[in-house]
């Protein structure tokens, strides 16, 4: 059964300090990676996305993330953090290609973000 | 519009109401799911539409019933909940294709309160 692990439930970092969050998945074939944020009383939204290719991806407002296939890892980084960065982070994992049921995706508890002025 | 929209964006109900929730996407994709989001504890993914077929539930009580009645539109009905069914209904869509499925894009969300 495929699984994510977010193991910070919440961090704080003051603002223009760098971020790191940690990702881990358990998942038997190839992964479909993705990165959300989730303001308060907001849906979900994409931050960004990994499958294949090069496993620095790139992602909106600033962020990005590495995939490391032998640590099973999916970190979200941003090297500045900016007050409004405040939010809920939610990594999640699933699979890719023709499933023909939709895709299901596994996501993690979340990680809560505060940023100090 | 665009996106994917939730209506109504708040509900309170008794444990004996009948309710809906309403969700349309705007994006012209053909598979829509609901999750249920709790405090503290991962997205729950309730039911998954594909092409207006429910291919799956994932054990959710029969006090929630899904309705697909087109690509775009998606029903949640709710009947003699209970106050543990509070939560944040999120519904989202994404495109089915011969490569694959693609990202999900995410309503904002139905805050339900059950008394």
């Known amino acids: 059964a495929q699984s994510v692990t977010q193991p910070d439930i919440h961090i704080t970092v003051s603002e223009g300090a760098s971020l790191e969050l940690r990702c881990n998945y358990s998942?038997?074939?190839?992964?479909?990676l993705f990165w959300y944020v989730q303001s308060p009383g907001q849906g979900l939204q994409l931050l960004l996305k990994y499958f294949s290719g090069d496993t620095l991806v790139q992602g909106i407002k600033g962020f990005e993330a590495e995939f490391k296939r032998s640590q099973s890892s999916f970190n979200l980084r941003k090297p500045s953090v900016h007050w409004s960065d405040a939010a809920e982070y939610f990594c999640a994992v699933g699979p890719f290609g023709l499933t023909g049921g939709g895709n299901k995706l596994t996501f993690g508890t979340g990680t809560q973000l505060k940023v100090e002025l | 519009e665009t996106g994917v929209t939730q209506t109504p964006r708040h509900l309170v109900m008794g444990m004996t109401n009948k309710k809906s929730l309403k969700c349309e996407q705007h994006?012209?994709?053909?598979?829509m799911y609901w999750y249920k989001q709790s405090a503290k504890k991962p997205l729950e993914l309730m039911f998954v539409y594909n092409f207006k077929e429910q291919t799956e539930n994932n054990s959710v009580p029969s006090r929630f019933s899904p309705e697909c009645p087109n690509s775009s539109h998606l029903f949640l009905h709710l009947h003699t909940l209970q106050p543990e069914d509070s939560a944040l209904y999120l519904c989202?869509?994404?495109?089915?294709?011969?490569?694959?499925?693609?990202?999900?894009?995410f309503g904002p969300g139905t805050r339900l309160t059950v008394l």
């Open positions: 989202a869509s994404s495109q089915e294709g011969n490569s694959g499925s693609d990202e999900q894009f």
């Open positions: 994006l012209g994709h053909n598979a």
């Open positions: 998942y038997g074939a190839t992964p479909y």
